[in-house]
């Protein structure tokens, strides 16, 4: 049972234009959402995060996005680059006082094409 | 800055053995988290260490275990292993403990259990 989905495997865009990336979860629960992206043969790289206090939070490019009612998390990438293209985890942490614990997506693929 | 280091990179066992990894922070950051990478699964948390301390844990049988040292250094220990334990193996490391703080993860040890 996935508590952590990312429906859309790959997404494909042109440069310059917007990249949306979704996750939508389960557990009303989770109080802290992320982003990783991941270059093949690397590990995942820190991107983004948000606490479930907040509903947006923005880093140059990148901003993301919480819908606490749909249980819903979205990644912006403006403008898109060639250089985004890996494939995109969101992840949320559940659990509380020594218990904590990160639950991850299956990953997007992203192209940003030329 | 030195990143995160982790030995061996590739590994091959056989079914019933055990093995231990070794991860490396970042020099000042006291956490080390680990997680397990499979193509079916994705990716998933294991544990989270902190001055010396499990702090979280994931939904992994006993046989995963893990430790840190006085030096924040941390290694895994995966006991009677299973075929289904092939995966990447990654560490990350951070500042602070509970899975919020920027995490900076290291290439990985790919276990192959034949």
């Known amino acids: 049972d996935q508590q952590v989905k990312q429906n859309s495997p790959s997404l494909s865009v042109q440069e310059g234009r917007i990249s949306i990336l979704n996750c939508d979860y389960t557990n009303s629960m989770f109080d802290y959402f992320l982003w990783y992206k991941k270059y093949p043969a690397e590990g995942p790289t820190f991107l983004i995060s948000?606490?479930?206090?907040?509903d947006k939070n923005e880093d140059g490019r990148f901003t993301v996005f919480l819908n606490k009612s749909a249980k819903h998390l979205s990644l912006h990438i403006v403008p898109s680059q060639p250089g985004d293209s890996a494939v995109y985890f969101c992840a949320v942490r559940g659990g509380g006082g020594s218990n904590y614990k990160l639950t991850f997506g299956k990953g997007t693929l992203l192209t940003v094409n030329p | 800055k030195a990143g995160v280091t982790q030995t061996p990179r590739y590994l091959i066992k056989t079914r019933g053995q055990q093995v231990t990894l070794s991860c490396s922070p970042i020099?000042?950051?006291?956490?080390v988290s680990w997680y397990q990478q499979t193509p079916g699964q994705g990716l998933q948390f294991l544990f989270e260490?902190?001055?010396?301390?499990?702090?979280n844990k994931g939904n992994f049988p006993g046989r995963f275990s893990g430790r840190q040292f006085s030096n924040s250094r941390s290694e895994m220990n995966v006991s009677t292993l299973e075929l289904g334990d092939s995966a990447l193996y990654l560490c990350a490391s951070s500042l602070r403990a509970h899975l919020t703080e920027t995490q900076y993860f290291g290439p990985g040890t790919r276990l192959l259990v034949l």
């Open positions: 260490y902190f001055s010396e301390t499990q702090r």
């Open positions: 020099s000042g950051h006291r956490s």
């Open positions: 948000i606490s479930s206090i907040k």
